[in-house]
């Protein structure tokens, strides 16, 4: 193949990639928009507990962010590949430094699967005021390692998910 070939398969490929994340980030960011609705934002000084994002918008810029890593490691591949470069041994290498990384970082394992096991049984959303331990606040933004919590007072407390032990939600129905 000559490089213009290399290069026309290249360009197709990344802009083949290129749409399909935009196309699912327009796809989550309307279905976000329909389920959020009309969440009232608190004031300083208010005790919380207002309503909440439902589950799929709390879940779904997880799972756009995690789009966008497999289309930029998908991309990357398929570029080195056309560029001549053998990927067998990176997909090795990859498995080796993953394992190094899992007996290395305890701490962050424990967090995201902790916090995968916290959003999948639905304790809480966005949105909604929790009791952590000492902690008190309303839900403002959830990662795949930790969550913000915003104190009626206006302090942001961020408290990865390893952490929890009880957790009170005061925005669920009895």
Known sequence: ESYADRLLDIMGSVL???VFYHAFRIWSDTKIVEETGEIEEAELGDE????SASRLATLLPLFRNFMLIVVVV???LIVLMEMGVNVG???AGAGIVGIAIGFGSQ???RDVFAGAFFLFDDAFRKGEYLDVGNVKGTVEKISVRSFQLRHHLGALHIIP???LQVITNYSRDW
């Not at 919380?48 to 309503?51: A, E, F, P, Q, V």
């Open 48 to 51: 919380g507990g207002g309503s």
């Open 107 to 109: 701490a962050l394992v």
């Open 74 to 76: 998908s991309m990357l």
């Open 89 to 91: 041994p990176l997909f």
């Open 16 to 18: 083949s990639g290129y």
């Open 161 to 163: 998910f390893g952490e």
